[in-house]
């Protein structure tokens, strides 16, 4: 909402600042100038306060269309904000949309970073070194909403003893959506294994 307030005194002082160069160059021996940089150096000010010290401050939406981030520094790991999205909310979003903004709409949640539980569906070696893992996230279901990810075996080697429908937490960035797949799939960045009591 602050950031609809600034865009409309944003355009309001645009529109004061047009309106006093046009009467500037109509009536030129009238000195309408201090007018006329008064609300563009306001704009600027505005503009420069929203960038940059609202980062951070956004609504879940803002944030959730945020690009993908490959880096994985730590600071990048500890600070970015997990989003409360869930699968079924994303899934839902992709298959109600238009038939021709489905793609857009699959792409709209990539570097969201979110941390979900689900249990083990299947796992199978994906290369020499790596294990793909699919998730469901209803205990005991069939078919539904599901949860992927790739990591390295040595990074989770419990995983290979793991019995299905195992409850497992995986904190990661969304890489991919498909709405007809019913799944998303996340590039992990911590993993854990939940023992139920």
């Given at each position: 909402m602050?950031?609809?307030n600034?865009v409309?005194?944003?355009?309001?002082?645009?529109?004061?600042?047009?309106?006093f160069?046009?009467?500037?160059?109509v009536?030129?021996?009238?000195n309408?100038e201090p007018?006329?940089?008064?609300?563009i150096l306001?704009?600027?000010?505005?503009?420069?306060?929203?960038r940059?010290?609202?980062?951070?401050?956004g609504?879940?939406?803002?944030?959730?269309?945020a690009?993908?981030?490959d880096?994985?520094s730590?600071?990048?790991?500890?600070t970015?904000?997990?989003?409360?999205i869930i699968v079924?909310?994303?899934i839902?979003?992709?298959n109600t949309?238009?038939?021709?903004?489905?793609?857009e709409?699959e792409n709209?949640?990539n570097?969201?970073?979110?941390?979900?539980?689900?249990?083990l569906?299947?796992?199978?070696?994906?290369?020499?070194?790596?294990?793909?893992v699919?998730?469901?996230?209803?205990?005991?279901?069939?078919?539904?909403?599901s949860?992927?990810f790739?990591?390295?075996?040595?990074?989770?080697?419990e995983?290979?003893?793991?019995?299905?429908e195992s409850k497992?937490c995986?904190?990661g960035?969304?890489i991919?959506a498909?709405?007809?797949?019913?799944?998303?799939?996340?590039?992990?960045?911590?993993i854990e294994i939940l023992?139920?009591?």
């Amino acid at each position: 909402m602050k950031n609809r307030n600034f865009v409309t005194v944003e355009i309001i002082l645009l529109l004061t600042a047009l309106v006093f160069a046009i009467l500037w160059i109509v009536y030129p021996e009238k000195n309408y100038e201090p007018f006329t940089v008064i609300p563009i150096l306001l704009t600027g000010f505005l503009e420069v306060k929203r960038r940059f010290f609202n980062k951070g401050k956004g609504s879940i939406t803002e944030t959730q269309i945020a690009n993908n981030v490959d880096t994985d520094s730590e600071d990048e790991i500890t600070t970015k904000r997990i989003s409360e999205i869930i699968v079924s909310d994303i899934i839902y979003s992709i298959n109600t949309s238009a038939p021709l903004m489905k793609e857009e709409m699959e792409n709209k949640y990539n570097g969201i970073r979110v941390k979900w539980t689900g249990y083990l569906k299947t796992a199978r070696m994906n290369g020499q070194d790596q294990i793909k893992v699919n998730m469901n996230v209803e205990k005991n279901s069939i078919i539904g909403n599901s949860i992927w990810f790739t990591e390295k075996i040595k990074k989770i080697p419990e995983i290979r003893t793991l019995a299905r429908e195992s409850k497992i937490c995986v904190l990661g960035d969304i890489i991919s959506a498909s709405g007809a797949g019913i799944s998303v799939t996340l590039k992990p960045i911590d993993i854990e294994i939940l023992r139920e009591d």
